[in-house]
């Protein structure tokens, strides 16, 4: 059993910015990829930003060049660096992991932070 808690939502203004931080703990030997999504009322789950071992990093289009995704291996965190937020930005935002079979099995999700852009 894998558990992943995420940190870091709340209210920022429209261009400003925000960290979201997610740490997996429990039955961890070992994760093939770490990352980010988000969700509202009117989209389904939508991928935010993956990055997956060893080295390989996705964006959605909307995140690149305004988010940055980057991991620690050893600490099994990940960590979302957004920039010029916009109201559309507005959502849940859900940490998610996938495990490496032997040693870890299934995929994870975090309980989710809402993220409000707003003046």
């Known amino acids: 059993q894998v558990q992943l808690v995420d940190s870091g939502g709340g209210l920022v203004q429209p261009g400003g910015s925000m960290t979201l931080s997610c740490a997996a703990s429990?039955?961890?030997?070992?994760?093939?990829?770490m990352g980010w999504y988000r969700q509202t009322p009117e989209n389904e789950r939508e991928l935010v930003a993956i990055?997956?071992?060893?080295?390989?990093?996705d964006y959605a289009n909307f995140a690149k060049g305004r988010f940055t995704i980057s991991g620690d291996d050893a600490k099994d965190t990940v960590t979302l660096h957004m920039n010029n937020l916009e109201s559309d930005d507005t959502a849940v935002y859900y940490c998610?992991?996938?495990?490496?079979?032997?040693?870890?099995?299934?995929?994870?999700w975090s309980k989710g932070t809402l993220v409000t852009v707003a003046s």
């Open positions: 998610y992991a996938e495990g490496y079979p032997p040693f870890t099995y299934g995929s994870f």
């Open positions: 429990g039955d961890v030997y070992s994760l093939r990829a």
């Open positions: 990055i997956r071992r060893p080295s390989t990093v």
